[in-house]
């Protein structure tokens, strides 16, 4: 799994408010994950477990964490590449530490600031499901201040190689790519240069049955839609919405 999103994870300021959300919007099944201190809801699509959420412990907030969602990229060894993400530019918000009986995991952002985790299983992971499945992530996209100099960040570090690329006229070449392990015609998202964002950023897209009929839910639970729906190449439908405690997410899947 090295070099693969593994996990999601959602910091925010009302998980409970937030459980409510997702659950209703994306469809996920919620239970907590029984860890000793801290309340932590895990988030499933069937019997696979997707990801996880929080509320903001009052020290992280005062640090300056903005809430928000979080991607895992799976790695051979934490202390290794947390190494590695220094001497290429990126910064380290937490050094490698362990989850009893779970794994390993560090907190880093890369050479332009876009915050993800690194992590490693005590165990076996899960085989990932297939592509689009209802409730999983389908797209990682990320905005960054220079689209080619992300790239190059990231493939130094993990391997991704480049798929297609898409000229976007003002806005620039939105350059695919994939795990350097996935088939030739799969791809596991695109990066970008967004100069009108405040900050880089990843965007995460769950992957829903029908764009219409979660366009309803966003709005019916206290959501917003700020983009779309739009196609995109392949058939597939987007949106990015924002959730009641303002966190930006978005979702694709067909138009329904």
Not at 166 to 193: K, L, N, S, W
Not at 199 to 228: C, E, M, Q
């Amino acid at each position: 799994m090295h070099g693969n999103f593994v996990w999601y994870e959602l910091m925010t300021t009302d998980a409970k408010a937030a459980e409510k959300f997702y659950t209703t919007v994306v469809g996920w099944a919620a239970k907590d994950a029984g860890m000793p201190g801290m309340a932590y809801t895990l988030l499933s699509a069937g019997d696979a477990q997707v990801a996880g959420m929080m509320t903001m412990p009052a020290e992280v907030c005062a640090a300056g964490w903005q809430a928000g969602w979080v991607g895992h990229i799976g790695v051979s060894d934490v202390d290794d590449y947390t190494k590695r993400v220094k001497q290429a530019g990126g910064k380290v918000h937490r050094e490698p530490t362990d989850i009893p009986g779970i794994g390993r995991f560090s907190v880093v952002a890369d050479a332009q600031g876009a915050n993800y985790m690194m992590f490693k299983g005590s165990g076996e992971m899960p085989k990932p499901a297939a592509p689009m499945t209802p409730g999983t992530v389908g797209w990682h996209e990320l905005h960054a201040v220079d689209g080619a100099k992300a790239f190059d960040f990231y493939s130094g570090l993990y391997g991704w190689k480049k798929r297609d690329a898409m000229d976007m006229g003002p806005m620039g070449v939105y350059q695919i790519f994939a795990a350097e392990d996935a088939a030739a015609d799969t791809a596991m998202g695109g990066m970008m240069t967004d100069a009108q964002s405040p900050t880089p950023y990843w965007l995460y897209y769950f992957s829903v049955p029908s764009i219409t009929a979660a366009v309803t839910r966003v709005t019916d639970n206290g959501g917003k839609i700020l983009h779309g729906p739009m196609e995109v190449p392949g058939g597939m439908w987007i949106i990015n919405g924002q959730d009641p405690q303002g966190v930006t997410f978005a979702l694709v899947g067909p138009k329904g």
